[in-house]
């Protein structure tokens, strides 16, 4: 890399840091070309779950669609900053999603059980359900990243993967039965490295100036 390209790096920089545009445009326009698809998917393979109003009533079933709903808010922030050149990402926004979950796992480790249902599928088919409703989210995350300038396209991807992935999870909670916090700790947590990784993956190739 030039001295001249470095310095044209760092400009860029200072002026998507101080500029007032938080959000790309089409950002919007391009996240909802990838969840109408993945909603498609859903009604079509998945649905809602049969007890879907009784299950309103477990405190588990409503804090995984707590954290899964926050954690993909919050990544679809992360995505602006990202896409720009040099930008500082701030990591602090990711805490809040994580601590909802902790919040079930303390109450389940200390045997705090409302309730719970049965493990309604296996573990495989929460990790590609997920990952199959994340596919088109994922798509159009790195496909609105493209259209700025990223500089660190193996990260700008991995928030990428992170942000489908969570909106693919989202969804897939509205039909899976297991609410156990250590369960979607581990597989739903698992699904979304996953997906993380391919968009790493997947950004190291497309995002790449």
Known sequence: MTRDTEDLIHQLARQGVSSRAETPPGLSYTVMLGVLPAIAIFL???????DFMQSLANPYFVLRGMFL???AAVCLT???PVGRPGAVIPWHRLLWAPSILVLGLV????GWDPAMNTVSAPAWVCITGIASLAAFPIL????AVRRQAATQPELAGAISGLTGGAIGATLYALWCAETSPGYVA????????????AGALA????LRW
Request: net charge positive; hydrophobic share 70%.
């Open 186 to 197: 581990l597989w739903y947590g698992l699904a979304l490295a996953i997906c993380a990784a």
């Open 140 to 143: 159009a995350l790195l496909l």
């Open 107 to 110: 109450a389940e480790r200390f």
């Open 78 to 80: 992360l995505i602006p």
């Open 69 to 71: 709903a926050a954690l």
């Open 44 to 50: 079509i393979f998945f649905g809602f779950r049969p």
């Open 203 to 206: 950004g190291r190739h497309l």
